[in-house]
């Protein structure tokens, strides 16, 4: 990722049938650059994200653990600290873990493309990240 970034992604593909490492790095950089653009976030807060590329039955496992909740989900994100809308981030923002099944199959249902449908959950996640939720 770029020196200027302000969000940098520190990525590990551990299942599934992700696309290569360079293309989901492009990928996510773009989400990131959008980010920091609507945000308004400042080079003087720079942040670390963890993005974990698993497979339904690993995030399963995750999200029965931490969400009591016993079904692969398409994304989790797990912030380093709680943030509000509009606080500065801290150094490690936390961790986002999609779930490549979940991604595919929500993506051909929805008639979206598997880029523009993880695009939209990078930035989904990392939205969580920063305190925005459902609402």
Do not use: C
């Not at 595919?104 to 925005?132: D, I, M, W």
């Amino acid at each position: 990722m770029s020196s200027a970034a302000i969000l940098t992604a520190v990525s590990s593909i551990e299942e599934g049938g992700w696309p290569e490492e360079a293309a989901l790095e492009t990928l996510v950089a773009s989400v990131f650059r959008a980010a920091e653009a609507e945000l308004s976030l400042s080079p003087k807060h720079p942040s670390e994200v963890s993005l974990l590329f698993t497979d339904d039955a690993t995030i399963k496992g995750i999200n029965a653990e931490w969400r009591a909740k016993d079904k692969p989900t398409n994304v989790l994100s797990f912030p380093a600290f709680q943030l509000k809308p509009g606080m500065a981030p801290k150094p490690l923002l936390g961790d986002i873990v999609f779930a490549h099944e979940t991604v595919a199959r929500e993506a051909t249902e929805e008639g979206k493309t598997f880029e523009n449908h993880l695009s939209h959950l990078v930035a989904h996640g990392l939205l969580h990240l920063f305190g925005y939720d459902h609402e």
